[in-house]
């Protein structure tokens, strides 16, 4: 089988496509800005490489062949595939066209982490964002593994390759049962959670990170903790505590969580801890894309900050 792509190229096509459109070789030069004769002898060529007859010339202009109609109808749909790949990779190459994988876990997800996708899609709609729910050392293998473009965590450390920064902080608070006394107070210390039962993240499975830190802090305090129950999310978390099984700590986007039963209550300024909110990716990716989702975090974070 002969491999005529090896032989035609994309002029070739466009000056047949554009003798056949005007049905005439000297509207179709002064549409290419060529003079006839080079565009006949293209014409002849291509009928040279693929053997057959393409045009039959007449006193009334041209008409097609069965095999230039075929062909006609081929090399328009092949133009038109050209100019919709160059157009999608210029875009895909300034950023405004593309995909990227964003790692995501728990309590962000009721709030910043949305807001950052909206105003990232209201920018650039034609860029799919994927969210992919991780934890922080699944997000970090599937950075290494080029799984992801991106991911949102806290408590991130150095990794080899890996950049992060953060992009907003929030403050702790606690999620009581309505029911319950603490529910009536403007704010609690760190004390007042002495003996009450807590629902919690298992901190063997989350080194270095949120349950680790609670844990330091209470025992800081004095605090004599009563796991009631572990959880593996914040969305288990509070529905136990929406029937009284007992409080969970979280940060001010679980407030989204509006479920019956639970009331939010701060902490003290004293006991009011703050949790970064961070964000990593792949220090050698300078994809367009990338960029300007890095950029509207930060922007998205830094409003949520001055809000707080």
């Not at 990779?89 to 309590?107: E, K, W």
């Amino acid at each position: 089988m002969v491999r005529y792509s090896s032989f035609i190229d994309m002029r070739h096509m466009r000056y047949f496509v554009a003798v056949v459109t005007h049905r005439s070789f000297r509207r179709a030069a002064a549409e290419l800005n060529v003079s006839q004769p080079p565009l006949t002898r293209q014409i002849q060529q291509l009928e040279e490489i693929l053997g057959v007859r393409l045009l039959e010339r007449n006193s009334r202009g041209i008409t097609l062949t069965a095999a230039g109609d075929s062909f006609y109808a081929d090399a328009r749909n092949i133009l038109a595939l050209v100019d919709q790949g160059a157009t999608r990779a210029n875009a895909i190459g300034q950023g405004q066209m593309g995909r990227i994988d964003v790692g995501v876990f728990g309590s962000a997800i009721f709030d910043l982490i949305p807001r950052i996708v909206l105003a990232f899609r209201e920018a650039f709609p034609d860029v799919e964002v994927s969210l992919h729910t991780m934890s922080r050392e699944e997000q970090v293998k599937a950075l290494v593994e080029r799984r992801i473009d991106v991911g949102f965590n806290r408590f991130f450390s150095d990794y080899p390759g890996l950049f992060w920064q953060t992009i907003a902080s929030q403050r702790m608070l606690a999620a009581v049962p309505t029911v319950h006394p603490l529910a009536r107070r403007a704010s609690l210390s760190l004390r007042d959670l002495d003996q009450q039962p807590i629902i919690f993240y298992p901190p063997i499975e989350r080194p270095g990170g949120f349950s680790n830190f609670l844990l330091r802090m209470l025992h800081e305090r004095s605090v004599a903790v009563h796991i009631a129950q572990n959880v593996e999310d914040v969305i288990t978390a509070i529905s136990l505590v929406s029937i009284g099984l007992g409080i969970a700590l979280g940060v001010d986007s679980v407030r989204n969580l509006n479920i019956p039963g639970v009331t939010y209550v701060p902490f003290t300024e004293q006991d009011a801890a703050t949790f970064d909110l961070c964000l990593i990716n792949r220090a050698d990716d300078h994809m367009p894309i990338l960029e300007e989702f890095v950029r509207t975090a930060k922007v998205v974070g830094l409003g949520a900050v001055d809000a707080a």
